[in-house]
């Protein structure tokens, strides 16, 4: 299969050099609003807390990414003067605020935003994350599936990579109830794998998955070879390239999930909480948060790196796109046969 030339330049500017992601996640709402919420004593969290600590992750962080994923609210008009312009950038779609019905929960995008406007603004690939069970009413699955088979669309018509992050969640008749954005505890492998093989139809149109991990962080301790067969079945199931995300792991437990994934065929990494979150619980002591993101937070990615080039599959050594060298065709014939911004 051959990527589109926007497709094509996209996952190039979100890798390095050799192919390996190494991508950091500021887009995080909720998991940064409702603890400065929570440290302010207020109902909301005020947006220059927000924004200021999006920028200083951008600002610390930056170097040791390959790319930066961040959110239209706060990260992009935030942040974005300060950008490295050598770096992907990647915006995210969907809102955080999702809707909670009786048989699951139900994505959308963010209001007054859109693929389109993430291409205009110079995004190089859009993100959207997508809760799924497959277990879940049938018709909540059915509303997820057309949510990301019209994003697909929109980033073929825009041609723009389409990044798509896959989380199961608890339902209503689970024993473990939240609506953080964190790992599911008691989440089942094959439910993780089940949605793994559901999006990787070529209907949906995702050009990479951003995955969680099949086995919870917390039981990574068990048979190491039984936890390495689910990664290489969601390696398998994916059919194209892939990322980890961290879904709010420790730093220990998330090199552990990387190692696991690098040997399923994992091209890097999309994380954010596993990176700055320990420099984050010194808020509203912005002196202390800068002093870790740019001393154990950049310790900690460079360790990541490291392994990510040590162990990562490059994107373009995937088999999907090993003999793609070049846009096609691949002479003076591209202008004619290149269909064009928004002609599909």
């Not at 088979?149 to 041609?159: H, Q, S, W």
Request: hydrophobic share 40%.
């Amino acid at each position: 299969m051959s990527l589109t030339a926007g497709k094509l330049w996209g996952m190039r500017r979100m890798a390095d050099g050799s192919g390996r992601f190494k991508m950091t996640a500021v887009d995080q709402r909720p998991p940064i609003k409702n603890p400065i919420a929570k440290a302010r004593g207020t109902s909301e969290a005020p947006y220059d807390d927000v924004a200021r600590f999006k920028r200083l992750l951008v600002e610390t962080l930056q170097g040791e990414s390959t790319a930066m994923l961040l959110d239209p609210h706060y990260a992009y008009p935030g942040a974005v003067d300060i950008m490295d312009p050598r770096k992907g950038l990647i915006l995210t779609l969907e809102d955080s605020v999702f809707g909670e019905e009786p048989g699951g929960r139900l994505s959308s995008e963010i209001d007054d935003w859109s693929v389109e406007k993430i291409k205009r603004a110079g995004g190089d690939a859009v993100k959207v994350l997508a809760w799924y069970r497959p277990d879940a009413d049938a018709d909540i699955c059915r509303a997820q599936q057309d949510f990301t088979k019209r994003i697909g669309e929109a980033c073929a018509r825009y041609d723009i990579p389409f990044l798509f992050e896959l989380l199961v969640y608890p339902l209503a008749s689970d024993a473990e109830q939240t609506r953080d954005y964190v790992e599911m505890r008691t989440k089942r492998a094959d439910h993780v794998l089940q949605s793994v093989e559901e999006f990787a139809k070529a209907d949906y149109g995702v050009d990479v998955f951003k995955l969680e991990s099949p086995v919870a962080a917390g039981d990574l301790g068990g048979d190491e070879k039984q936890t390495q067969s689910l990664f290489d079945e969601m390696g398998r199931l994916t059919g194209r390239p892939w990322v980890m995300l961290s879904a709010g792991a420790g730093k220990p437990e998330f090199k552990t999930i990387l190692k696991h994934a690098y040997a399923a065929g994992a091209s890097g990494y999309l994380a954010g909480r596993a990176i700055w979150l320990e420099a984050f619980k010194a808020f509203p002591d912005w002196s202390e948060i800068e002093s870790g993101l740019r001393g154990e937070a950049v310790s900690y990615m460079q360790e990541i790196n490291r392994l990510t080039d040590e162990a990562a599959t490059p994107w373009h050594e995937h088999p999907l796109h090993r003999d793609q060298k070049t846009v096609e065709p691949g002479d003076a014939g591209f202008r004619s046969a290149y269909a064009g911004f928004g002609n599909g």
